[in-house]
């Protein structure tokens, strides 16, 4: 039997979730105007509508994408292209410790010309000084949680000091897990995606003011505000509200149930392995829990959790089977030398009997690691 612990990265359907993918599994071309295209173009409103209203959003902010990583490469560089057009300077803030679907983005403009600046992190994984911000730039972007570490950043801040800049916000790791008002938040843009809150895999949000709207990166059929076109997948974009609506109304009794279980993982594994070191510090989300175990690798480890039955992640990317030493580690300045990694993040299958099996299996699996 194995025991699940990699909810950042993708979570089973909801089961709501599924009944509104079925139910809308028929739909045709929303775009249509004969009865079947009205008829899918009601469904897709009503998904928009719920959206909206659980995000403090317009429907018409609501831009259906394929992916987190569409909706954050359609935010940033689309803010990016619209502003330069507009006579902004050509320059971008960013931080080290974003999900590679901004990083690379970001990485990309880099090397089309553009200047940009990270704004520095502290060894406790949350964003030290915001002065970058203080000079104009086409578009500043940050996470609102980090994917490795669960912490969670100063997102509001952010946007108040960037002043005239927009900001694109990456709330992947947040959506469903806490509260989010748009307006109220003042962002330009933000990306999320489905499959992090129990809608399918293959389905991203990016919520995206009138103005200053992103540039399509793609061109098209002029669908989605023409910021992203292409005929919408209706049954997905059903499912991502049934998703949404059903993580939110959860939202306060899931944090506090995934609490007390990660709580007692984290004190429990470093009660047996006294020299791990917890690199998730407050404020993070209550379902992540990064480790690091000297004289360990993360690919030893993985492994033998494998075998063990523990699916777990190293937090950083992996590149043909082998871990890379992570780029968010590396900004906190945390020593990843002979030093492995363990992400455990839990979610609403999460149960004690997985904590339970986590703890007796990991102190021996890094006990193996270490003499590999
Ligand atoms: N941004 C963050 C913070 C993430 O954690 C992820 C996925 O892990 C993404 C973006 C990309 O989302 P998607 O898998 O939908 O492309």
Redesign the pocket.
Known sequence: MSHYFDY??TQPMRQAAVDAWVAASGALNAGATYASGRRARSVLDDARESIAADLGCEPIEVIFTS????A?NIGIQGLYRARVAAGAPARVVSTPIE?P??LETVAALAKEGATVDLLPVGHDGHLSDLAALDAPAAVATC?W???ETGALQPVKEVIDRAGETPVHI?A??VMGKLPIDFHALGATTL?A?A??FGGPRGA?LLLARRSPAPQPIAYGGGQERGIRPGTVDVAAASATAAALHESLAELESEAARVRVLRDALRDRLLAAVPDAICNTHEPALPSHLHLTFPGTDSDSLLMLADAAGIEASAGSACHAGVYRPSHVLEAMGIDQDHSGGLRFTLGPGTTQADVDAACQEIPSIVERARSV
């Not at 992916?67 to 569409?70: D, K, V």
């Open positions: 950042a990265a992916s987190g990583t569409e954050d999900h679907g901004v996470m949680a980090n994917n990456d992947v790791q990306a995606s499959h992090k991203g």
